[in-house]
């Protein structure tokens, strides 16, 4: 339960799902060294997706007085946050990996937004739904990941 009276708590848990997304960033930034069309595509827009959920964060952050921190460090943060070792090169083994990483993501604002809504005051009920947008969004990220996944042979 995030409690109202603390603000630096909920700017502090926001702050965590900021880096997260920053990690998830660095999963698509380098769509274009992807042969396949699909993936290339995709993931262009997935890099769109997450650049999105970032500044939907960081302007929740700051509307609530808060200081998004940076970390610009993109690349494996999620890996060695879930401890996943994330072979590029290995199409199979990534399109699994960020299959994974989606599905924690979507776990992960499942919870928060929960969180948020046992709360009955409204501020926290307006946060609930930025949050689902993201929940919803690595949602759908996953589920076609799952899916490419299934098709790649
Ligand atoms: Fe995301």
Redesign the pocket.
């Known amino acids: 339960m995030i409690s109202l009276v603390d603000d630096r708590k909920l700017i502090g848990e926001l702050n965590k799902i900021l880096t997260l997304?920053h990690g998830?960033l660095g999963m698509y930034e380098n769509y274009p060294d992807y042969k396949d069309k699909d993936i290339r595509r995709t993931f262009r827009r997935f890099m769109e997706?997450?650049i999105e959920?970032i500044n939907k964060l960081k302007n929740t952050i700051r509307n609530l007085g808060g200081k998004p921190f940076a970390i610009v460090e993109s690349g494996n943060i999620i890996g060695r946050m879930l401890g996943i070792t994330i072979q590029v090169s290995d199409i199979k083994n990534t399109l699994g990996s960020y299959s994974l990483i989606e599905k924690k993501?979507f776990e992960g604002y499942s919870k928060f937004v929960l969180d948020l809504e046992e709360d009955a005051e409204k501020r926290n009920q307006f946060i609930a739904e930025i949050a689902v947008s993201?929940m919803l969004?690595?949602d759908l990220m996953h589920l076609w990941l799952k899916d490419k996944l299934k098709t790649m042979r």
Do not use: G, V
Request: proline share 0%; glycine share 0%.
């Open positions: 997304e998830h997706i997450e959920h993501s993201n969004e690595a």
